[in-house]
């Protein structure tokens, strides 16, 4: 049974900076893709950044230059490290993965397990 389990979210003033962690369990594929994803109140789920097994990485437009993601394997942690918040970037932030076809992507539909998500909220 696959489990994600977010955490390191809280409340930050713009310009500062947060990392989140997602601890993963029962999750084997040699092949994968995990990613973070946000929700703001009244607006769809949408990808952050990803990453695969081969290590390559995508980022919404939103935060590149700004948010790195970032796996350790021995731990099975996934990280995003954000800098540079923005009051936008205020959202319910989840941890997902894929069933092991690891396409490289940030659409929600591509992605099989979910954790419970981790609030972020940037203050001006």
């Known amino acids: 049974q696959v489990q994600l389990v977010e955490s390191g979210g809280g409340s930050v003033q713009a310009g500062g900076s947060l990392r989140l962690s997602c601890a993963a369990s029962?999750?084997?594929?040699?092949?994968?893709?995990m990613g973070w994803f946000r929700q703001a109140p009244g607006k769809e789920r949408a990808g952050v950044a990803a990453i695969d097994s081969d290590g390559n990485r995508r980022y919404a437009d939103s935060v590149k230059g700004r948010f790195t993601i970032s796996q350790d394997l021995a731990k099975n942690t996934l990280y995003l490290q954000m800098n540079s918040l923005k009051p936008e970037d205020t959202a319910m932030y989840y941890c997902?993965?894929?069933?092991?076809?690891?396409?490289?992507?940030?659409?929600?539909?591509?992605?099989?397990?979910w954790g419970q998500g981790t609030q972020v909220t940037v203050s001006s």
């Open positions: 997902a993965a894929d069933a092991g076809a690891g396409w490289l992507s940030l659409h929600p539909a591509e992605f099989a397990y």
């Open positions: 029962g999750y084997t594929y040699s092949r994968y893709c």
